[in-house]
């Protein structure tokens, strides 16, 4: 595994910024297990029940097929340089972020640490979440005071690990970064052929972890975003407290980037350059 963090100093904040762990397990209850940090980067734009039914698929998977044990769960709203079509400032996108997590698991939190600064590639975003657990919380620790350090791992659609496959879309010292130093666990979504972008992959095979998706659901931001412009009914899409956010702000209303017509939109092909890599919009998958 990769040990060095791609930066070793500090890292820039936006204002008034605190890292929230509220929410994060600070007891690992069984020892012999190693805590794990679950990671969704992506626009939520808006936040929808399929990205926080990743989380419990996530925490099943895990439960029953591995020696993790869950300490907390994370979304990162990417940040409005990202300069998506269709966008959402990160100020509705967090605040939508929060209402859900706060209906949801008692592990779940958001991070608004990428949302208000500059764009951050991913690699970049989990060295982060692990300075601000391992380093500046000093990780976990077990119930006779054992000291542990966290594993922090990228959850995300498959959708993203055929990205990953796709030659030039990520650049390899990301790719060794993600995979190599960190891991993911990748949801099943239809259209994904997971198989064939695994074995592209088979460097890091051991980090990569698949999740089938037993019930099957497609609902995506982008769906959403076309049935608010159309005018139709979002809600059990999305929480209640998103539905009733997006209607007391007026969110959405003329979103014509949602159009289906944007045919790259629609399939998840926008692509944006940062550092010199170029990355498939991975805020479509998670």
């Known amino acids: 595994m990769v ?4 930066l070793t100093d500090a890292f820039t904040h936006p204002p008034n910024y605190s890292f929230p762990h509220n929410r994060l397990s600070r007891v690992l209850r069984d020892p012999q297990k190693t805590p794990v940090v679950l990671v969704a980067c992506g626009s939520f734009s808006p936040v929808t029940y399929l990205h926080l039914r990743m989380f419990e698929m996530a925490k099943d998977y895990v ?6 044990e869950i300490v907390g769960g994370y979304l990162s709203p990417v940040s ?11 100020r509705h996108r967090v605040n939508m972020c929060t209402l859900a997590s706060e209906d949801s698991t008692t592990f779940l939190m958001v991070d608004p640490w990428e949302a208000f600064q500059s764009y951050q590639r991913t690699a970049i975003v989990l060295d982060h979440f692990d300075h601000e657990i391992n380093t500046v919380l000093g990780g976990v620790h077990t119930e006779d005071g054992e000291h542990r350090n966290v594993r922090v791992m990228l959850l995300a659609g498959s959708d993203l690990i055929s990205t990953m496959s796709e030659p030039g879309v990520w650049s390899y010292s990301d790719l060794e970064h993600i995979l190599g130093r960190y891991g993911t666990f990748i949801v099943e979504r239809a259209g994904s052929a997971i198989d064939q972008a695994t074995d592209s992959l088979a460097r890091w095979r051991s980090n990569i972890y698949l999740i089938s998706q ?17 005018g139709l009914s979002v809600r059990y899409l999305l929480p209640n407290s998103v539905v009733d956010y997006i209607e007391q702000n007026g969110l959405y209303l003329d979103d014509v980037t949602s159009s289906p017509i944007n045919s790259n939109l629609e399939k998840g092909k926008d692509r944006d350059v940062a ?11 998670c």
């Open 214 to 230: 037993l019930i099957q659901n497609d609902v995506s931001s982008t769906k959403v975003r076309l049935f608010l412009r159309r």
């Open 275 to 285: 550092g010199g890599s170029q990355k498939k919009d991975v805020q479509q998958i």
């Open 63 to 68: 439960r029953h097929n591995t020696d993790f």
């Open 3 to 6: 040990s060095t963090p791609y």
């Open 80 to 90: 409005d340089m990202y300069k998506k079509p269709g966008l959402l400032s990160a």
